[in-house]
């Protein structure tokens, strides 16, 4: 338990996650004599009233069925701690007030990195490195994304054979998504569940998502490079597991894929882990 002036030694939510993480739904957060509460009826926590250690926890992500006063807003704001409104388990991100940490660190090396065309490249590389499973020795970014893109395909492949999943190959039209066949409607949806995690965790770390070094036309552009560092062990287990069960089920696709991404997201830490790739890739953890 944590110390403090505010009688943080007597919170029952114990600081134990390293990320800074606080997971909170179905309930109430509000200020009471000068201390952070959160008051819910039962969901991630069982039912009672909370006192959050607000001052060591860097980003509080407000699930659903969730509400927040006027007061809570202005102490996270004072103490520097983030809100996100996400979806259960971070399947979606709704919103999420502008970070301001307490250092610049991160982000800092993100721009030094993404300005230089070496520096960039040879992050480019470290995640298809990352991704794929050994060093590609291509130093030109277009050739390193056709070879991608043949990975994938066989990704693909190897799947839906897996998984005992119709594959005809990848369709999508964005004009009318439902069109698609229930695989690639399985995998629209699973790529925007592990793409909102990992808005998550660029939200939480404060890098820019603007900047990107794989993908680069999107303001999104850095949480699609982490979200495809899960494409192939996380995205393609999530779409191809529920376009099986999607096959005899009365629940619609989208919301067997949310359920599904929700469980694995939990058993796998998958946002803290995307953290951690947010440090790696770059190099923040090597020049600490």
């Known amino acids: ?49 909370y ?5 060591s926890v860097s980003i509080v992500l407000l699930g659903p069925g969730s509400s927040i ?21 971070g399947v979606r991100i709704y919103t999420a007030p502008p970070l ?3 250092t610049s660190t991160l982000a800092r090396h993100q721009m030094i990195k993404w300005a230089k065309p070496q520096s960039r490249l040879a992050v480019a590389r470290r995640m298809y490195a990352i991704r794929l499973g050994e060093i590609l020795p291509s130093r030109d970014i277009e050739t390193l994304r ?23 190959g990848r369709r999508y039209d964005r004009a009318d998504p439902d069109a698609a066949d ?17 808005a998550i965790a660029v939200t939480a770390t404060a890098t820019i998502p603007q900047l990107g070094f794989i993908h680069e036309d999107s303001g999104q552009a850095f949480a699609l490079d982490i979200a495809d560092l ?9 779409a191809f597991g529920a376009a099986k069960e999607a096959a005899d089920a009365d629940e619609t696709v989208d919301r067997i894929v949310r359920r599904r991404a929700s469980k694995a997201f939990v058993e796998k830490k998958v946002i803290p882990d995307m953290i951690d790739r947010i440090k790696q890739v770059l190099g923040a953890e090597e020049s600490d």
Request: net charge neutral.
């Open 230 to 238: 899960y494409r192939d062990d996380l995205t393609l287990t999530i």
């Open 146 to 168: 056709g070879i991608e893109g043949a990975r994938v395909k066989e990704s693909y492949r190897v799947m839906a054979e897996r998984f005992g999943v119709p594959w005809k």
């Open 100 to 102: 301001m940490p307490d």
């Open 182 to 198: 229930m695989a690639n409607q399985a995998i629209n949806h699973a790529a925007t569940a592990v793409r909102a995690a990992a």
């Open 51 to 55: 006192q959050i250690p607000h001052q």
């Open 69 to 89: 006063t006027h007061d809570a807003l202005r102490l996270l704001a004072g103490h520097g701690t983030a809100l996100a409104a996400v979806g259960d388990d």
């Open 1 to 49: 338990m944590l110390l403090g002036r505010l009688g943080l030694d007597k919170a029952r939510i114990p600081y134990a996650d390293r990320h800074g993480l606080l997971w909170l739904d179905r309930g109430r957060l509000e200020v009471e004599d000068g201390c952070l509460r959160f008051i819910t009826a039962g969901g991630t926590l069982a039912a009672g009233n």
